[in-house]
């Protein structure tokens, strides 16, 4: 049976996780994508019912995973129930191209097991501060693609987008980072654009949002 393409999604609580989801599914399935979804959360399966209730896939494409555990544990040191969820997504729809596995909402330490995952993206929002960067989070820094989210809010919560521009390519080392608003569009072409290139191994597009 042929495997879809991993990718996991990672970030503190709030980074805006959930709605990078709902953005770049729609984008991708346009392109003609097959999708699916796999969410952790501690306790629910809030996460899963939100982009059910969204419509953005069929439900039976999204599966809520309890972790009941701290959420790294499920992505990283015993990522089972995540790898049985995929397994049981692969055999229902055995056509897919990619499966998004949202992990739990963690801290800068967060980062995927590669048993797991072929890439994972890291999310960041700039209401965190703007000294994430120099704190040098090992998901921050090892991620295949940082997105750092929410950058319309840095005026209000006095976080300096300039220094946070400077600031990420020197920790990232050149690895690649994005720079989005959910609510405008602002960025996720070129999310979509890495998953094309980077994940798929397919042309990236000129996107329209």
């Known amino acids: 049976m042929a495997t879809a393409a991993r990718l996991g999604i990672g ?9 990078l989801l709902e953005c770049i599914v729609p984008l991708l399935t346009k392109q003609g994508i097959e999708v699916a979804i796999v969410t952790n959360d501690l306790l629910t399966t809030e996460d899963a019912e939100r982009l059910k209730s969204g419509g953005i896939l069929p439900s039976d494409r999204i599966i809520g995973v309890e972790t009941g555990s701290c959420p790294h544990t499920a992505i990283r040191e015993d990522p089972t129930m995540n790898i049985l969820a995929v397994q049981d997504l692969e055999q229902l729809y055995p056509n897919l ?11 800068l330490a967060s980062s995927f097991s590669y048993d797991l995952v072929d890439a994972y993206i890291f999310v960041i929002d700039v209401g965190a501060g703007d000294d994430i960067p120099r704190k040098k989070g090992p998901g921050f820094v090892q991620a295949d693609l940082v997105v750092i989210n929410k950058i319309d809010l840095a005026p209000y919560v006095n976080a300096n987008l300039d220094l946070i521009q400077q600031q990420a390519p020197v920790y990232r080392q050149g690895k690649p980072i994005a720079y989005t608003n959910c609510k405008t569009g602002v960025g996720l072409n070129e999310v979509v654009n890495f998953i094309l290139d980077r994940i798929l191994f397919r042309t990236a597009l000129s996107i329209d949002l």
């Open 97 to 107: 191209d990619l499966i998004l596995i949202e992990s739990g909402g963690d801290n």
């Open 11 to 19: 970030g503190p609580v709030g980074s805006g996780k959930t709605a």
